[in-house]
C-alpha cells in the first residue's frame, strides 16, 4: 500500500520547451503533496508544498513562474517547469502523505523520481 | 529556523560489522519528529526508521536502531550486522507541525565485503 507513481521516470528535451511532471497517489488520497529538487550527490531540496485545491506554497527562492503546481484532485499534482533551460536539469522528487494517517510521526510516500535533462 | 546536520559525507563498513552514521539538528521546539530516510542508487528514498521526540525510548527496526539525544539534539543510526544491501545515502530529516520534512545533507555509506 501506500504507492507513489511519478512520471515520467527520465525525460530529455531541448531548451527552451516545458516539462510536466505528474506524482499520483495511486491507493490512497493526499491532500498535500510535495515537491522536492536533488542535484547529483546533494540532499532534496524542498520546492514547494502542493495543497489540492488551493495555490501551491513555495519555498524561498523558487520561482512560481518558473515552476507551476496543479493539484487539482487528491490524487495527482504536476509540476511544469516552463521554458526549461540547462540549469533546470535536475532529479525531481515528489512524496505525498495519506489523509487517512494520523500525526506528525507518519511517513510521506515518495515517488521514484524524474531525471529531467535539458539540451 | 529549523536545520539539519549530517558531518560525515561518506562512511564504510565491513559486512556484518556495525557501524553509526551522525545526525545533529536546531530547533527551538520541544515537539517534533525525526527520521531517517535511505536512498540507494535507484534513487528511491526508504524509509528506514522514525522517533517522536516526546518518546524517551530509542526506536528500533530490526537491525536499525537510533540514539537519540534530545538536549544535545543528535539522532544517530546505528547499523548492526552491515549488509551489501545497506550500501546507500542516508538522509536524516526533521518535521514539526507541518508535513514538511527538513533533510540533511546525507553520507554515503559503502559496504565492503
Known amino acids: 500500500g501506500a504507492v507513489v507513481s511519478q512520471h515520467p521516470s527520465w525525460v530529455i528535451c531541448k531548451s527552451g520547451t516545458s516539462v510536466k511532471i505528474e506524482c499520483r497517489s495511486l491507493?490512497?488520497?493526499?491532500?498535500?503533496m510535495f515537491w522536492y529538487r536533488q542535484f547529483p550527490k546533494q540532499s532534496l531540496m524542498l520546492m514547494a508544498t502542493?495543497?489540492?485545491?488551493?495555490?501551491?506554497?513555495?519555498e524561498q527562492g523558487v520561482e512560481k513562474d518558473k515552476f507551476l503546481i496543479n493539484h487539482a484532485s487528491l490524487t495527482l499534482s504536476t509540476l511544469t517547469v516552463t521554458s526549461a533551460h540547462p540549469e533546470d536539469s535536475s532529479f525531481y522528487i515528489c512524496?505525498?502523505?495519506?489523509?487517512?494517517?494520523?500525526?506528525?510521526?507518519?511517513?510521506?510516500?515518495f515517488g521514484d523520481g524524474t531525471r529531467l535533462s535539458i539540451l | 529556523a529549523q536545520t539539519v546536520t549530517q558531518s560525515q559525507p561518506e562512511m564504510s563498513v565491513q559486512e556484518a560489522e556495525t557501524v553509526t552514521l551522525s545526525c545533529t539538528y536546531d530547533?527551538?521546539?520541544?515537539?517534533?519528529?525525526l527520521f531517517w530516510y535511505k536512498q540507494p542508487p535507484s534513487r528511491q528514498m526508504i524509509l528506514v526508521i522514525r522517533?517522536?521526540?516526546?518518546?524517551?525510548q530509542n526506536a528500533t527496526e530490526n537491525r536499525f536502531s537510533v540514539n537519540f539525544q534530545k538536549a544535545a539534539k543528535s539522532f544517530s543510526l546505528k547499523i548492526s550486522d552491515s549488509q551489501l544491501g545497506d550500501a546507500a545515502m542516508y538522509f536524516c530529516?526533521?518535521?514539526?507541525?507541518?508535513?514538511?520534512?527538513?533533510f540533511g545533507t546525507g553520507t554515503r555509506l559503502q559496504v565492503f565485503p
Open positions: 512524496s505525498a502523505s495519506n489523509v487517512a494517517d494520523r500525526g506528525f510521526n507518519q511517513p510521506q510516500h
Open positions: 491507493d490512497f488520497q493526499a491532500t498535500t
Open positions: 502542493s495543497n489540492e485545491g488551493s495555490k501551491a506554497t513555495y
Open positions: 530547533t527551538s521546539e520541544s515537539d517534533y519528529y
Open positions: 522517533q517522536e521526540a516526546y518518546k524517551q
Open positions: 530529516a526533521y518535521r514539526f507541525n507541518t508535513d514538511k520534512l527538513i
